[in-house]
């Protein structure tokens, strides 16, 4: 049901990229799934789990997936949405890079000659050579990056912080984002940007 919605929003999102700045759908799909998101902690232990004595790790969390979204989203315009979903695809590789360093995992010969595959995988599909690379195909690559950190801090935050509060954090740190992000734009003047 988790990827449904994911690949139905990403239809959505990709339907009216380049008509809505990313800094509205962010805060757009932020206004629906924050009162969600409190009515879930409410059932599941009550508003007063917010109060978590990770709460910044949880706003790092929320940081870096705010990011990964941004730079994700970015690309709709761009980019074909098969691309962009192959390109993110990437998570995978990155989550076994960084496992070691993060979470002290032993990462096998077999797994590393996997990711290295994928890599090259990666590389061969933004075609950096070939004169038609398109810069914009490094947003879904850096969304991956960003997301597949983050998915390293919810295995450690796991621990003490059930998924509607890191999820209540990930959101609230979006909707700031996309905020400051509208700030920006409207002082430095820009109302539609291009490619």
């Known amino acids: 049901a988790g990827v449904f919605i994911f690949s139905f929003q990403d239809v959505v999102v990709k339907t009216v990229a380049g008509s809505?700045?990313?800094?509205?759908?962010?805060?757009?799909r932020c206004l629906i799934s924050i009162p969600i998101l409190l009515a879930m902690l409410h059932w599941h232990g009550g508003i007063r789990a917010l109060v978590s004595p990770r709460m910044g790790w949880?706003?790092?969390?929320?940081?870096?997936?705010?990011?990964s979204y941004t730079a994700y989203y970015l690309a709709f315009p761009v980019l074909p949405l098969a691309s962009i979903v192959a390109l993110y695809f990437t998570v995978p590789l990155f989550i076994t890079a960084l496992a070691g360093p993060f979470l002290g995992e032993k990462i096998g010969l077999n797994r590393w000659i996997a990711t290295i595959v994928g890599f090259a995988g990666v590389v061969v599909m933004m075609r950096p050579a070939s004169g038609l690379f398109e810069w914009a195909a490094l947003l879904p690559v850096a969304s991956a990056f960003c997301?597949?950190?983050?998915?390293?801090?919810?295995?450690r935050l796991g621990a003490t912080d059930s998924a509607p509060v890191m999820a209540f954090y990930q959101n609230l740190l979006f909707l700031?984002?996309?905020?400051?992000?509208?700030?920006?734009?409207?002082g430095i003047g820009i109302e539609k940007a291009g490619h």
């Open 20 to 28: 809505y700045p990313v800094h509205e759908v962010i805060t757009i």
């Open 176 to 186: 700031m984002g996309a905020g400051l992000m509208a700030l920006v734009f409207a």
């Open 147 to 155: 997301y597949g950190t983050a998915a390293l801090m919810a295995r």
């Open 58 to 67: 949880l706003a790092l969390r929320g940081a870096a997936l705010m990011v």
